[in-house]
């Protein structure tokens, strides 16, 4: 199964995302799209962080005969980062191409250009399941929240079609919460205002967790959803558990707000490892992946 790479934008060079087709069956299975993390600007962070968990998924029992089946296609977008202080550029010497100072909304905007491309060459509509890690889970509810500030809705892909399931690994979904958990840690402000500035309100306006359970959050805004599955790992030491405890609490009235019971859910997924060791080690973010899957076959 080969990989292609498109570009969805020729500004910059991390505006890619890879694309490896299973199945091009009329009745296709899933799409899974992967988003990475590295708090918005880590550029080891790349597509490629997908990868150990795909193959599990590809190759290895119980996946290939339970889950893999369901699965159309792998796909897993990178996107403009913000500066990060251990990974300095010339500022005159480093083209703007390949120059990285994106700020909010630059990330999502290139997230959701991401789809669009996928969208229009694939036509998947609503089967596909967004899965993020980090930052990257941030970014994944961010896609269907229905307003979010620092972001003029006028800009905004508006007729994506929505993914019926997003599964947030390690993520982070309440941005001060985040911060004040670590306040000894300067990384964890500077990585904050890296991505939006220092005005703190502005943090709680684009955090899932802040403005989840309200019209202007996820309730309002993910109306296609079906399943929202949030892993943690007790071992995790960048990201800790209350963030998917308060996700969990943020998505509570977009859950009861289904039109018919059990058509709405979300799922608390312990999985084990260190913030990276999930999907480097690719078992858990597999294991994961396949757990959403499963759960969405059932609904
Ligand atoms: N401090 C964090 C807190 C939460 C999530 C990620 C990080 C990171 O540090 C990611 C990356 N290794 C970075 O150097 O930016």
């Known amino acids: 199964m080969p990989q292609e790479i498109f570009s969805y934008s020729n500004d910059h060079v991390l505006q890619k995302v890879s694309v490896t087709v299973l199945s091009d069956d009329p009745q296709p299975g899933y799409w899974v799209i992967f988003i990475h993390g590295g708090a918005w600007r880590d550029p080891s962070k790349t597509f490629a962080d997908l990868a150990a968990a795909e193959t599990l998924l590809c190759t290895a029992e119980p996946y290939t005969s339970t889950v893999l089946p369901h699965i159309a296609a792998f796909a897993s977008i990178e996107y403009r980062l913000s500066a990060h202080p251990e990974h300095p550029q010339d500022p005159v010497a480093t083209p703007p191409s390949q120059f990285r100072n994106a700020r909010h909304p630059d990330h999502l905007a290139d997230v959701e250009s991401a789809l669009a491309l996928l969208q229009g060459r694939y036509g998947f509509g609503e089967r596909y399941v967004l899965v993020g890690h980090s930052c990257g889970a941030t970014l994944a509810f961010q896609t269907v929240m229905r307003h979010l500030g620092g972001y003029d809705d006028h800009f905004r892909h508006r007729n994506l079609a929505q993914p019926s399931a997003i599964l947030g690994v390690a993520g982070i979904y309440e941005c001060r919460l985040l911060r004040d958990h670590f306040s000894g840690i300067s990384a964890y402000q500077d990585l904050f205002e890296g991505a939006f500035g220092p005005d703190e309100t502005l943090w709680d306006?684009?955090?899932?967790?802040?403005?989840?359970?309200?019209?202007?959050?996820?309730?309002?805004?993910?109306?296609?959803?079906?399943?929202?599955?949030?892993?943690?790992?007790?071992?995790?030491?960048?990201?800790?558990?209350?963030?998917?405890?308060?996700?969990?609490?943020?998505?509570?009235?977009?859950?009861?707000?289904?039109?018919?019971?059990?058509?709405?859910?979300?799922?608390?997924?312990?999985?084990?490892?260190?913030?990276?060791?999930?999907?480097?080690?690719?078992?858990?973010?597999?294991?994961?992946?396949?757990f959403t899957l499963t759960e969405l076959q059932k609904m």
Not at 219 to 232: E, F
Not at 264 to 286: F, Q, S, Y
């Open 205 to 290: 306006a684009v955090s899932p967790a802040k403005v989840g359970s309200g019209f202007d959050g996820i309730q309002g805004g993910w109306t296609a959803g079906k399943l929202a599955v949030l892993a943690y790992s007790a071992e995790d030491e960048l990201v800790d558990t209350s963030q998917a405890e308060a996700m969990e609490e943020a998505l509570r009235l977009w859950t009861s707000s289904a039109s018919q019971e059990e058509t709405r859910r979300t799922v608390m997924l312990p999985v084990k490892g260190r913030h990276d060791e999930i999907w480097e080690k690719g078992e858990e973010l597999a294991r994961a992946i396949a």
